[in-house]
């Protein structure tokens, strides 16, 4: 599944000319009012915008993994003098050219066409992968962090802490042969996941503090890992394969 990750100015809203006292229109009958959702030190606006038909799956499916999981999300990546954002925007629009889900600032839009089509399936894990990006918040120091880390812890937290039973991220037979450490989502989610049990289980939170402050060098892996990046992304491989042959 594709996600885009993308960083945007905020935008200033205009004012109409007219009275500044005039009250806001009520929102149409088809189109339902944004809920607003105070859970703790933080606060959720689910807007159904052009998929009023989804009011019901963001309130009853959507809201309590939210609730749940972007506090859990903040706790595993911390990072000196950091405050995350306490307030999230979750909004349902159609021009999205295909991809399911993207995260700009504090906003995370959601392709409704797509999420109509997998409501019993990626939607809700797709949400947690966009949430783990509004919490990130890499900087552009000296050294940016590479694409593929920051695709890839999304999705290792996705997939081996949010869903593990359903194995999205494992590999096979089938794809193994080409798999690389740095090919991003689903594969380097997997790299992610047997750094953190084989060789430092804090790994990703340190890897997570260094990208947001803009300090990402491969000397983390040898630092914290106890290797270089290369040697660990061919123990991960040789690991892997062993696993699928049963030795």
Avoid at 68 to 84: H, M, Q, R
Avoid at 125 to 147: A, D, I, L
Avoid at 236 to 244: I, S, T
Wanted: proline share 7%.
């Amino acid at each position: 599944m594709t996600q885009k990750h993308i960083a945007l100015v905020p935008l200033l809203a205009c004012l109409a000319a007219g009275s500044l006292h005039a009250e806001t229109p009520a929102p149409a009958a088809d189109k339902p009012a944004p809920q607003v959702v105070q859970a703790g030190s933080y606060t959720y606006t689910f807007d159904p915008g052009t998929a009023p038909d989804l009011k019901g799956w963001l309130e009853t499916e959507l809201t309590p993994v939210v609730k749940e999981w972007y506090p859990k999300i903040v706790a595993l990546l911390p990072s000196e003098g950091f405050t995350p954002s306490s307030t999230v925007t979750f909004r349902f629009q159609d021009d999205m050219k295909g991809v399911p889900a993207w995260a700009a600032g504090t906003t995370i839009s959601l392709n409704a066409g797509w999420f109509r089509n997998n409501l019993k399936g990626e939607a809700r894990g797709c949400v947690v992968h966009e949430m783990v990006h509004v919490v990130q918040r890499y900087g552009r120091g000296k050294n940016p962090t590479p694409g593929w880390i920051t695709e890839g812890i999304p999705d290792y937290i996705r997939w081996f802490l949010y869903e593990p039973q359903t194995k999205g991220a494992e590999l096979n037979r089938g794809n193994i042969a080409n798999a690389k450490y740095d090919a991003s989502y689903r594969v380097t989610a997997n790299f992610l996941d047997w750094v953190v049990t084989s060789k430092n289980k804090d790994f990703v939170a340190k890897l997570n503090a260094a990208a947001r402050a803009g300090n990402y060098t491969d000397e983390i892996w040898k630092e914290h890992a106890g290797a270089p990046l290369e040697e660990l992304g061919t123990q991960w491989k040789k690991a892997r394969e062993e696993k699928l042959a049963g030795k």
